[in-house]
Nanobody, 120 residues
Framework: QVQLVESGGGLVQPGGSLRLSCAAS????????VGWYRQAPGQQRELVAVIISGGTTNYADSVKDRFTISRDDAKNTVYLKKKSMKPEDTAVYYC??????????????WGQGTQVTVSS
């Protein structure tokens, strides 16, 4: 069984920085895709950043040049580093991953989410 656990959320002042982590555990053969999503109160969940197995990344226009997604394959962990944060970045952040397990089945998994609040 595969689990995704996000961490690193919290309260940060406008202009500040934060790094989120998404750690995958269980019987993992390969992590093919990881995306960070966020959902603000009353809003739909939106895709913020993605990274695929070859290292290619893509970002939503609203976070481009402020957020950086990266991965540490040895730790089965993906990071989202955020700088120059704005109040509109306040949301619950979720990671989503497409993973091939040790039995070579492939599935899509979600973490439980981590709250990020940008406020002075």
């Amino acid at each position: 069984q595969v689990q995704l656990v996000e961490s690193g959320g919290g309260l940060v002042q406008p202009g500040g920085s934060l790094r989120l982590s998404c750690a995958a555990s269980g019987s993992i053969f390969s992590i093919n895709y990881v995306g960070w999503y966020r959902q603000a109160p009353g809003q739909q969940r939106e895709l913020v950043a993605v990274i695929i197995s070859g290292g290619t990344t893509n970002y939503a226009d609203s976070v481009k040049d402020r957020f950086t997604i990266s991965r540490d394959d040895a730790k089965n962990t993906v990071y989202l580093k955020k700088k120059s944060m704005k109040p509109e970045d306040t949301a619950v952040y979720y990671c989503n991953a497409r993973i091939t397990t040790g039995t070579l089945g492939t599935g899509t998994y979600w973490g439980q989410g981590t709250q990020v609040t940008v406020s002075s």
